[in-house]
């Protein structure tokens, strides 16, 4: 990890935010006497970017990682990422008990979850939802209603980049890029078994082994085997999330790898939707178990994703990559919630929604960088292509059930309907193929001009089975530029800016005429301070931003609401503070503040904009203590906090704001065996995460609770 200490000579450079660091004293960089009599370099060498041969989360510990992928195609310090990037090591996951990735993303800084059941919430950041996730860089969609929100199992780490970054993923959303990085085959047999127990059942059993197979070590596999379950604290409320995943990395020759991989998720939850406020927009005072659903409420989901990887490095310093992503998914279900506030003699509307949803997705990219000599530093080069394709056929229909009672309502008052595809029933593809290069170069040891542009060719077809309609919308040459520098202020601190756009096809938002609408269009302004502390093992991040949305779907002036009309205009504007990793080897913390203003300047409001606090904070900490008394003991503990947020239709529902307090005690047995305890919501709070409407997904926040685990290593 590039340190900036004026007596090691570190050159930074990258390309898509890479910075290539390059030690005098690893012989990256030689230096003759001669050369350092009078302070200038008079050779450089070029052996390649060593952030490539980075070891992964669970073997470095802690909570901090020399570098990340996301948004940049290769790998980069944080430091040198000139916008605003987070990563969750494996420790952070396991301390706090994560098992989804929105159960992470509630406690992450930046990021806002509005919660449903586990992995069926919509992630947000700056207003606007990450509408896919990457593994090693290969994107496929995710939405709450396909369940596909991804179970953590089988990841060593999470990558999050907020803020659009259409450079290699410019059909995105511009709330920015989730990429997970696969645990890898291990050179060394290891393995664990984790147990966990809690309220509600909570229940997690997890195992995980992995090793060489041949006896040359040159083929080494991992598997994979998780099975979370929780009887929610919602009466009728269940789910149960498994997960299977199997890799194998095989040595070609010394410098080629062909890495495969299967990893399988599996979702089955009775659903609840939250409870209805008053006419008026009032929260009411249910108790924290009510469900109002039925006892036939029934959500089915599985994926199943099939990735291979060939990497080279060349003699000449150059790494070569080319991969491919195959996802297929599949949901049924039928659930029913309430469908109007509760009146004035206690009523309140129900219905039932039905659907089904097939999926297919192919990604591929293929990239090269090679670093090269500029003015006796690094500079480095990315070229590359990628393709997507992604097909949904999603259907829906509503049954309306009846008028209940609030006070008297019971789970099996209605019985299960049939339910015909009539509200939704259609097929959407969208397929892109993408050109991108990218340049950072250095002409001064710390200076990091970077930049970079991607042209695509992109088809987005509709099928509306409904009405035998159809429509396409094509661009051969969309452009997409990216713009960065990165300052080196002093050893600790680096001044950066950039400038990145994006844009996004509206598959289901048409004109009058039944057509597409044109894609959205965004672009992000941002400037800040990054620091790097204790040889990199703590980093920090001051930022502001400002980002513009264009082309938004909007209701037209007469107010019909049968189609759409592109004129939206928005404008989003913030700050964040984060600070995280290790102060000392025992103690890591993870800290973040953000503050969002947003403003739609014509067009509707988007409901989620109003969900959005101004104010966010989340604090994580953990204490690790070695000899004495407490030798072995592991003390830990939280805070998350947001101001009020409220939905944006009339009449409003407000929630205001809250902070949970959690706390978390682990011992190490032996080295071998460890236990932990974790307290959430401590002094149970009762509070909303989720405000949605009078009739539906206000969602309370889970009661006091507590979960017991037991790991073993071997």
Do not use: C
Not at 160 to 182: K, Q
Not at 226 to 249: H, I, K, P
Not at 485 to 505: Q, T
Not at 666 to 683: R, V
């Amino acid at each position: 990890m590039a340190t900036h200490k004026s007596t090691t000579y570190w050159a930074v450079t990258a390309v898509g935010g890479l910075v290539i660091a390059l030690n005098a004293s690893q012989a990256i960089a030689q230096q003759d006497q001669q050369g350092q009599d009078d302070g200038r370099l008079e050779t450089i060498t070029v052996e390649g970017n060593r952030l490539y041969e980075m070891l992964p989360s669970e073997v470095t510990q802690g909570y901090s990682v020399d570098a990340a992928t996301v948004g940049t195609k290769t790998p980069a310090s944080l430091r040198d990422i000139p916008q605003s990037v987070s990563v969750v090591t494996r420790d952070a996951i396991e301390d706090q008990n994560f098992d989804t990735l929105d159960q992470m993303a509630k406690r992450t800084p930046g990021m806002r979850v509005l919660p449903n059941d586990s992995g069926r919430s919509s992630i947000y950041s700056r207003g606007y939802e990450y509408n896919e996730y990457n593994i090693d860089g290969l994107p496929a969609p995710m939405t709450s209603i396909t369940g596909s929100v991804p179970n953590l199992a089988a990841f060593d780490r999470v990558e999050v980049m907020r803020g659009p970054s259409g450079l290699f993923n410019s059909t995105s959303e511009m709330g920015g890029i989730i990429n997970l990085v696969r645990k890898r085959p291990t050179e060394e047999f290891q393995g664990h078994v984790t147990g966990r127990y809690g309220s509600w059942d909570q229940n997690y059993v997890e195992s995980d082994i992995s090793g060489p197979i041949n006896s040359d070590g040159s083929v080494r596999g991992r598997m994979v085997i998780a099975n979370d379950d929780s009887n929610g604290f919602a009466d009728y409320n269940e789910n149960t999330n498994q997960t299977f995943y199997g890799a194998l990395d095989i040595d070609l020759d010394e410098d080629t790898m062909l890495s495969l991989a299967y990893l399988r998720q599996h979702r089955d939850i009775t659903p609840s939707n939250g409870v209805p406020s008053d006419s008026d927009g009032n929260l009411l005072d249910f108790s924290r178990s009510t469900f109002f659903g039925a006892d036939w409420n029934d959500f089915n989901s599985q994926s199943n994703d099939w990735i291979a990887e060939l990497t080279h490095r060349f003699d000449n310093g150059g790494y070569g990559r080319i991969a491919a992503r195959y996802s297929n998914r599949s949901a049924d279900y039928k659930y029913a919630y309430t469908f109007s506030g509760v009146d004035a003699n206690n009523e309140s509307s129900m219905v039932a929604l039905g659907g089904k949803v097939k999926q297919e997705t192919v990604s591929a990219d293929a990239s090269y960088s090679q670093p090269f000599d500029t003015f006796g530093n690094v500079s480095e080069f990315v070229v590359g292509t990628d393709y997507k394709r992604y097909e949904t056929e999603m259907g829906q229909g509503v049954a309306r059930l009846g008028t209940i009672n609030v006070n008297t309502y019971s789970a099996d008052q209605f019985d299960e309907p049939d339910i015909d595809y009539t509200r939704t029933n259609n097929r959407t593809t969208l397929e892109e193929y993408g050109l991108y290069s990218k340049l950072t170069f250095r002409p001064i040891q710390p200076l990091a001009l970077i930049a970079g542009g991607r042209v695509s060719a992109y088809q987005q077809n509709l099928s509306n089975y409904l009405d035998d309609s159809s429509d396409s919308r094509s661009d051969d040459a969309k452009f997409t530029p990216y713009a960065g520098a990165v300052l080196d202020l002093n050893n600790d601190h680096s001044l950066y800016a950039s400038y990145s756009e994006v844009f996004i096809p509206q598959s289901d938002s048409i004109d009058q005429n039944g057509q597409l609408l044109k894609p959205r269009e965004g672009e992000q302004y941002e400037v800040g301070i990054k620091g790097s502390y204790f040889n990199g093992d703590l980093n920090a991040r001051v930022s502001v931003f400002r980002m513009y949305d264009d082309n938004a779907a909007a209701t037209p002036a007469n107010g019909d609401t049968s189609y759409s009309v592109a004129v939206g205009k928005r404008r989003i504007q913030g700050g964040e503070l984060e600070l995280t990793g290790s102060i000392t080897d025992q103690w890591d913390v993870i800290f973040g503040y953000t503050y969002l203003d947003t403003e739609v300047e014509d067009g509707d409001m988007p409901v989620a904009f109003m969900l959005m606090p101004h104010n966010m904070a989340n604090l994580w900490t953990q204490y690790g203590f070695e000899g004495g008394m407490l030798d072995g003991f592991h003390f830990g503990g939280g805070i998350t906090a947001m101001s009020d947020f409220h939905t944006s239709t009339a009449p409003s529902v407000e929630a205001p704001g809250y902070a949970v307090v959690d706390a978390m005690v682990g011992y190490d047995f032996t080295s071998h065996i460890k236990g932990q305890l974790n307290f959430n919501n401590i002094f149970d709070k009762t509070y909303y995460e989720r405000v949605g409407s009078t009739s539906t997904f206000n969602m309370v926040g889970a009661p006091s609770n507590v979960v017991a685990s037991l790991r073993y290593d071997f």
